[in-house]
């Protein structure tokens, strides 16, 4: 069985930065990607960022060039820079073991707010 608790939300201003994380347990050997989503009040789920077991990685237009993924053994980790209200959201984490098995974490919520 696979766990994965993310961390590090919170408020921010507009222009601020925060880092989350999301520490996988369990058995992940053999995970194909993690990916980072998030859902704003009112709208569905998106997509924001996955990296692949080989470290390839790509990103939603909206966030390119201001949020970086990166994962280093069992955590996956979202950098956020230039944060914007829009960005408000819960972010969930998602690992993948090809396209038939994944897992979902609880979500940690983002308020980007003067």
């Known amino acids: 069985q696979v766990q994965l608790v993310e961390s590090g939300g919170g408020l921010v201003h507009p222009g601020g930065s925060l880092r989350l994380s999301c520490a996988a347990s369990?058995?992940?050997?053999?995970?194909?990607?993690m990916t980072w989503y998030r859902q704003a009040p009112g709208k569905e789920r998106e997509f924001v960022t996955t990296?692949?077991?080989?470290?390839t990685t790509s990103y939603a237009d909206s966030v390119k060039g201001r949020f970086t993924i990166s994962r280093l053994q069992n955590t996956l980790y979202l950098q956020m820079n230039s944060l914007k209200p829009e960005d408000t959201a819960v972010y969930y984490c998602?690992?993948?073991?090809?396209?038939?098995?994944?897992?979902w974490g609880q979500g940690t919520q983002v308020t980007v707010s003067s």
């Open positions: 998602r690992l993948w073991f090809g396209i038939a098995t994944n897992y």
């Open positions: 990296i692949t077991s080989d470290g």
């Open positions: 369990g058995s992940i050997g053999g995970m194909s990607a």
